[in-house]
C-alpha cells in the first residue's frame, strides 16, 4: 500500500477514502495495538469478532455538519468496526443527536444496529486507536491525510464543524490547512468548550465554516459533570443551526 497521503489523495469519493482507508498500516505501534486487542479481547466480549482495523468516519457522504472526536476506543469502536460504537462515549453522544433530531436512534450498539445520521457525519483525526487512547504526534501527522481529504470531499456541503477535545481541536487546524479550502487563523483559535471560530473560505463564492469546541464525551467528563447532556445539546445545536439543520 502507499502512502496515506497518496492513497488518500487517488480517493475520488467518501465511499472510496473509507475503502482505501480501512486497509491502512503506516502506523506500525498502532497496527500491532488495534490488532492486539482484537487479539485479547475484553471479558464480556470474549465471543466478538474485533474490527481491528482502522474505523472510517460515519455518516452521511452529503453531511453539513462533521463531528470530530480523537480516535476509535480500543473496545468501542476497535470492536464495532463504527465511530463512537460500542462505549459509554459514543452513549451521550448519539443520545444527543438523537434528543435533537439527527440520530435515528439514542444508542449505537453495533455496526448492524440500525443507526442513521440526518445530516451528520463523525469522523475522528486518528483512525486507529492508540494505547491509552494517546496516539503520537507523529501518528497524528501519519493519519492527517485521511481527514484533509475527507474534508475536501464534504467541503460542498460541509457548514460546520464540532471539535470534541483538546486533541482533537489540536490536530484539527493542520488538517483544515491541508485541506486548503479555507483560511486558517493565525495565531491557531485557542480550545475552549464553547468557543466559535468562523473561517473563510479561499473561493469567495463559498459560504464560511463554522468550527465549535466541545469537552470530549468522554467518562472522565460526563461523570465528573464537567460535560453535561445539556452542554452538550447546547454547542449541537449551534454547530447544527449554523449548517442549516433544524433540531427538535
Ligand atoms: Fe493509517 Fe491512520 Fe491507522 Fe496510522 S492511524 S495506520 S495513518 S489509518
Do not use: K
Request: hydrophobic share 40%; glycine share 8%; charged share 25%.
Amino acid at each position: 500500500m502507499e502512502s496515506p497521503q497518496e492513497e488518500s489523495a487517488e480517493a475520488h469519493s467518501i465511499a472510496q477514502l473509507d475503502a482505501r482507508l480501512i486497509d491502512c498500516r503506516a502506523c506500525p505501534r498502532l497496527v500491532e495495538w488495534r490488532e492486539h486487542i482484537g487479539r485479547v479481547r475484553r471479558r464480556g466480549f470474549a465471543d466478538w469478532e474485533y474490527w481491528a482495523r482502522p474505523v472510517p468516519g460515519f455518516g452521511p457522504v452529503d453531511a453539513s455538519l462533521l463531528i470530530v472526536g480523537l480516535a476509535p476506543a480500543a473496545h468501542g469502536a476497535n470492536r464495532t468496526g463504527r465511530m463512537f460504537t460500542g462505549d459509554r462515549s459514543g452513549d451521550v453522544l448519539y443520545a444527543a443527536l438523537h434528543a435533537l433530531g439527527l440520530a435515528s436512534r439514542p444508542t449505537a450498539v453495533r455496526a448492524d444496529d440500525g443507526l442513521r445520521l440526518h445530516g451528520v457525519r463523525v469522523t475522528s483525526p486518528v483512525h486507529c486507536a492508540p494505547p491509552d487512547n494517546r496516539p503520537t504526534p507523529a501518528e497524528r501527522d501519519t493519519c492527517r491525510p485521511w481527514l484533509a481529504r475527507e474534508l475536501q470531499l464534504l467541503q460542498p456541503t460541509l457548514r460546520s464543524i464540532v471539535v470534541l477535545g483538546g486533541f482533537g481541536w489540536q490536530a484539527l487546524f493542520p488538517v483544515l490547512a491541508a485541506a486548503r479550502r479555507w483560511e486558517i487563523p493565525r495565531p491557531r483559535p485557542r480550545f475552549g468548550h464553547g468557543a466559535r471560530v468562523e473561517l473563510r473560505a479561499m473561493d469567495p463564492a463559498e459560504p464560511p465554516l463554522h468550527v465549535y469546541g466541545c469537552y470530549h464525551v468522554s467518562q472522565q467528563n460526563t461523570f465528573t459533570g464537567r460535560l453535561t447532556p445539556a452542554m452538550l445539546r447546547e454547542v449541537l445545536t449551534a454547530a447544527a443551526r449554523s449548517a442549516d439543520l433544524s433540531v427538535s
